[in-house]
């Protein structure tokens, strides 16, 4: 058989996996939207839940989920970019580096229910804090930390040498060239590192349960910021929007139980699309930023004009 014919037989193949992936994630989505049908309403989205009475909301929730993404961005990127940028550019081979691989490998393959029991002893039990917001963002940052990790050591490794010897050889320092020239180059793969990780929060139930609550109280704006009805309070208690999905699967008594969580798997659904399609927007933009693309490109509408 002639090479090309086999370059045409495994190429075919390739697109036929990659529509049936395609086909499928499409095939999902319609799937849970259309059992969630009416999600959009405002009642529904910015309303208190019920435990009793059928029509209760997930106002609450929404906001928890969404910040509780938030907050664990703040703690789980610059981690992750910071142990990236060591292990690539500054760790010497030998035993240390070794075994620090060792330690992220261990912790990529920990199941979320375990982080969530040692959550439970360590932020909530050991600390005193009880459940809070805080305590789940960190235990959900342990979950991350090591693909994050990963990909931005990946991301960065990826750089070619020669950018980064032509940078130096500029007169510009280390750290200026890993500022300026090696993270801005390898902004597009951290971003998906940071989207991978984003959506493990988003869906995330079982680390949660143990550390940041099945409950949440009534919040209010107007209350002080170290009461727990303060919705930026963190050391509250944080019920998520994938926790109150399994909630209501399993021991909900409103009538209503199945129809509230599928839209708010809908939701859930929706929020993590919206937030790749953003995440891709901004990725591109900071790209095309740092790269000077932009400035160019006013240049030239400068010397059209």
Excluded at 8 to 33: D, H, K, N, Q, R
Excluded at 167 to 192: D, N, Y
Excluded at 210 to 230: E, R, V
């Amino acid at each position: 058989m002639k090479a090309r014919t086999v370059d045409a037989i495994w190429t075919g193949i390739l697109y036929i996996v990659s529509a049936f992936v395609v086909i499928l994630l499409g095939f999902l989505v319609v799937t849970i939207v259309v059992k969630g049908w009416g999600f959009w309403d405002p009642s529904f989205l910015f309303g208190n839940p019920s435990n009793t009475q059928a029509g209760g909301g997930i106002g609450p929730q929404l906001f928890n989920s969404l910040y509780m993404l938030v907050l664990t961005l703040l703690i789980s990127v610059p981690l992750g970019l910071g142990a990236g940028i060591y292990l690539a550019e500054y760790a010497k081979e030998g035993k240390l580096l070794s075994f620090i691989r060792l330690c992220i490998e261990t912790m990529a393959s920990l199941p979320s229910i375990v982080v969530g029991l040692f959550g439970l002893l360590v932020f909530v039990t050991l600390t005193g804090w009880g459940y809070t917001l805080i305590g789940g963002a960190l235990a959900i940052t342990i979950l991350n930390l090591p693909g994050l990790t990963r990909v931005c050591e990946n991301a960065i490794r990826d750089v070619p040498h020669s950018v980064k010897e032509a940078s130096l050889g500029l007169g510009a320092t280390r750290w200026q060239t890993l500022v300026r020239v090696i993270i801005p180059a390898a902004l597009p793969q951290i971003m998906t590192g940071v989207i991978l990780a984003a959506g493990r929060i988003f869906g995330e139930a079982a680390a949660l349960i143990y550390t940041s609550g099945l409950t949440t109280p009534f919040l209010n704006a107007s209350a002080d910021l170290s009461s727990k009805l303060n919705p930026f309070n963190i050391f509250r208690p944080a019920e998520t929007l994938t926790v109150h999905i399994w909630k209501l699967n399993s021991e909900g008594i409103v009538p209503d139980a199945k129809l509230i969580a599928a839209k708010s798997a809908a939701i859930l659904v929706i929020m993590v699309l919206l937030f790749n399609i953003v995440a891709r927007f901004v990725s591109a933009v900071l790209q095309r930023y740092f790269t000077g693309n932009t400035h160019r490109k006013k240049q030239q509408t400068k010397m059209v004009s």
